[in-house]
């Protein structure tokens, strides 16, 4: 194989890592039963992680370092991520990456959220919800507006299911005007817009609806959180073999 292609090919295996361009990377390592979540971004000022309910690290199940978080389906449980001002993209490029493994593939859960206020019906900038087709596929919801899904009115439903009790991997990428979800490193839903995404003021929520109601209690594990401040991927992509660091 020519040299070129053998560092090309390389290059889009391996993890991107703990860069500059990296602005909230949780490893979700611990003791079992641990609350703490740190913030392993490499931003000299990390970000403030609060859990809520039932969110712990669980040594049960794990993509890296042994343990994940973990929300038990029974109660609230959840992350939220300050200060709200990181997360408001507006116009520019993003990626949102993470593994999770769900317990069931039914009822709906919220994977990711950043809504207006945690008000139903939840709008705001994002959405990425497990199971809202109620057969196992990923979602995707975005909004100019932050009052209604302008950019995506019926959501952009992944082509491919996911099954329980098993890890994936998955990322939601904007790379100009294009918004592409990948699963397991594969295209699973993709929308053109030039609009800048809507910005408020509330935390971005990790595992549940960001007023974190038992409305949609999550569960499952969700390992190897990370949000970047750029398109990491813009092709269909080998999932990271191993943390970000």
């Known amino acids: 194989m020519p040299i070129g292609v053998q560092q090309t ?32 971004a490499s931003p000299a000022s990390p970000n403030t ?16 370092g042994g343990a994940s978080f973990a929300g038990d389906g029974t109660a609230v449980s959840g992350l ?21 493994r769900l317990n069931a593939t039914s009822p ?3 994977l990711v959220e950043k809504a207006n206020g945690g008000v139903a019906p939840f709008w705001g900038p994002l959405q990425i919800i497990a199971n809202s087709d109620g057969a196992g ?17 019926s ?15 998955y990322a939601l990428v904007r790379n100009g005007n294009v918004f592409t979800a990948y699963l397991n ?11 800048s995404l809507a910005s408020n003021t509330c935390p971005l929520a990790i595992g549940g609806i960001s007023d974190f109601t038992a409305t949609y209690p999550f569960n499952g594990f969700i390992d190897e959180f990370r949000v970047s401040k750029n398109a990491r991927w813009t092709a269909p992509f080998t999932p990271p073999a191993a943390p970000y660091s």
């Open 49 to 64: 992680v609060t859990p809520h309910g039932n969110a712990k690290v669980s040594t049960a199940q794990s993509e890296f």
């Open 9 to 40: 090919l390389l290059s889009e295996r391996a993890p991107a890592g703990n860069d500059a361009n990296t602005i909230l990377l949780l490893h979700c390592d611990g003791v079992n039963g641990s609350t703490s979540f740190p913030d392993a």
């Open 137 to 153: 596929k990923l979602t995707f919801y975005l909004s100019s507006t932050g009052t209604s899904w302008d950019i995506t009115p």
């Open 80 to 100: 939220t991520v300050a200060p709200a001002a990181n997360f408001n993209f507006g116009a520019t490029a993003f990626t949102f990456d993470f593994w999770f």
């Open 108 to 110: 709906t859960f919220y």
């Open 155 to 169: 959501g952009i439903i992944g082509a491919t299911a996911v099954t329980a009790n098993t890890w994936n991997h």
């Open 185 to 195: 490193g594969a295209a699973n839903g993709t929308v053109t817009s030039s609009a």
